[in-house]
């Protein structure tokens, strides 16, 4: 078991930008694809964005691509979501998720992960 501590969230208005961090006390260096998913009330949980750390590969969902940016600072033990640019449709609640193994052909479906975080929100207000 590993903990991930998701935080970062808040309220803002559209056009705003937010950084969310997901930090993991133990196991690090078995979490080699971390993401970032989200859902809104009524909604299906989407993923958001994906590091891997053998590669330093990032990936990102159509409707954030050029707004969001995904990074992870192994000295911290923290993997970072950076929003800009956020819109209304953004507003949910994120979560942090890890798993051993690649992202590739694999980050966007959320049964590949096994670890979990709690959970932030975020509001953004037109």
């Known amino acids: 078991q590993v903990a991930l501590v998701e935080s970062g969230g808040g309220a803002v208005e559209a056009g705003g930008s937010l950084r969310l961090a997901c930090a993991a006390s133990?196991?690090?260096?078995?979490?080699?694809?971390m993401s970032w998913f989200r859902q809104a009330p009524g909604k299906e949980r989407e993923a958001v964005a994906a590091?891997?750390?053998?590669?330093?590969?990032?990936y990102y969902s159509d409707s954030v691509k050029d707004r969001f940016a995904i990074s992870r600072d192994d000295s911290k033990k923290t993997v970072y979501l950076q929003m800009n640019s956020l819109r209304p449709e953004d507003t949910a609640t994120y979560y942090c998720?890890?798993?051993?193994?690649?992202?590739?052909?694999?980050?966007?479906?959320?049964?590949?992960?096994?670890?979990w975080g709690q959970g932030t929100q975020v509001t953004v207000s037109s």
């Open positions: 998720a890890a798993s051993k193994g690649g992202c590739a052909g694999r980050w966007l479906n959320a049964r590949e992960y096994n670890r």
């Open positions: 133990t196991n690090w260096y078995t979490l080699t694809c």
């Open positions: 590091v891997y750390t053998g590669l330093d590969s990032t």
